[in-house]
């Protein structure tokens, strides 16, 4: 008997990624401001950008994407634009305002995307002996050469106690920018290192590339199968095809067409759900809010409306793709003539497996029985269905040791 890991309920995972998300200000306002400060070069201009994005739009955006079952990714920036940390305030905004972002932030948006921080400032480089902004930036000087792992994991660690201190154990990072690309196994590295640290978290992500032709698996760094840690590298599918970072030029406003046509047929998303590879937008937060016209949110309920019509596609948080492809590698498999046994160091929920060829009967996981379904589109948790001479079987792995068996 040949065993194969399928993707979760043999669907293809889509997620979406928001940058540049902060509580209450509008980074993109004063990103520029500062770059302009500094004698750098931008095309953008501030003057028509919002200062904040309201805590009523945060909402909005969250409890429809809770109403239509969409999951992914949402950056926290700890420091945004350098004005102050989210833990202890930000100057101009008051406390209450601060903490009533947050706190709505957290009870709506936060069960269906992961949070994570830009790293710190999302501009300048922080010096982390007294917390002034030095003349680097983080998408510039720190993507431009590589960084050692024992410089970027004490930076990435201080940005995720931010979010600690607000009640926030990040699932993983992001990347302001291409920060951390010329040397991708330190950045995983440090990301491992500093996420251990501070969230006791063996398993993290950092999401930093982005791949709009190719086919963006999920890639995996400092594996280590004994002690069951891993950092996974995820990659976007998509540029930003919705309005822009800026939230105020038009000319970077898309078509959903460029995401998934109306007829379900053309566009990118269709492409990758084709190859079976996670399916992974990526935006950013003040083209969503653009100024309060809300151009990149309706872009992006458009391609939700369509790719929901989809029958093999799963919303999943960017933590939980990461964790099913941290499985994939280390899971242990040896088949048996009734079955399989599995060793594994960590847990995974909806592990989804082909047994080729494999009989219909009794199949059990632990001894506990998984439930017949007709069809591999109706495949849900803890079931088993046959497909084309094969059996396919869907169960909650456990950490250890796993038996699958047909009884009877």
């Known amino acids: 008997m040949r065993v194969t890991i399928e993707n979760p309920l043999c669907r293809v995972p889509v997620s979406m990624i928001l940058d540049d998300s902060t509580p209450v200000v509008n ?119 590589p960084k050692p792992v024992e410089v970027l994991a004490p930076y990435i660690a201080a940005a995720l106690r931010i979010l600690r201190n607000i009640g926030i154990a990040a699932e993983g990072v992001t990347s302001p920018g291409a920060f ?92 990758l759900i084709a190859a079976r590879c996670p399916a992974i937008m990526v935006s950013h937060w003040p083209g969503f809010y653009f100024g309060g016209e809300e151009i990149g949110f309706s872009i992006f309920k458009t391609v939700v409306q369509r790719i929901n019509q989809l029958p093999d596609i799963i919303w999943l948080k960017t933590s939980e793709i990461a964790r099913y492809w941290m499985a994939r590698a280390m899971v242990t498999i040896t088949p048996a003539p009734d079955g399989c046994r599995l060793s594994s160091p960590i847990a995974c929920p909806d592990f989804t497996l082909r047994l080729s060829p494999g009989q219909p009967g009794d199949w059990r996981v632990n001894s506990a029985p998984l439930h017949p379904v007709a069809a591999c589109e109706n495949l849900k948790p803890n079931a088993w269905t046959t497909d084309d001479g094969d059996v396919l079987l869907s169960f909650d792995l456990a950490k250890g040791e796993t038996t699958i068996r047909r009884v009877g």
């Open 180 to 271: 951390g690309i010329k040397d991708l196994d330190a950045y995983g590295e440090a990301t491992l290192q500093a996420q251990k640290a501070v969230n006791d978290n063996p398993t993290p992500f950092f999401f930093c590339e982005v791949d709009e032709e190719g086919t963006p698996w999920p890639k995996l760094y400092s594996l280590d199968k004994e002690k069951g840690e891993c950092c996974v590298g995820i990659v976007a599918g998509t540029g930003d095809w919705f309005a822009g970072w800026e939230g105020n030029n038009r000319k970077a406003i898309h078509s959903p067409d460029m995401c998934i046509t109306e007829d379900l047929r053309g566009g990118r998303l269709p492409q």
């Open 27 to 145: 980074l993109s306002h004063y990103w520029v401001r500062l770059r302009r400060r500094a004698g750098r070069s931008t095309e953008a201009n501030a003057d028509d950008m919002p200062v904040e994005i309201p805590v009523s739009f945060a909402r909005k955006f969250g409890e429809w994407c809770a109403q239509n079952g969409v999951k992914g990714k949402f950056s926290f920036v700890p420091m945004p634009g350098g004005l102050g940390t989210i833990d202890l305030g930000l100057p101009g905004f008051s406390k209450a305002h601060l903490d009533e972002w947050i706190h709505a932030a957290k009870e709506i948006i936060w069960p269906n995307f992961d949070f994570t921080p830009e790293m710190i400032t999302h501009c300048k480089v922080v010096d982390l002996s007294d917390w002034m902004m030095t003349e680097e930036w983080e998408q510039s000087e720190w993507a431009a050469e």
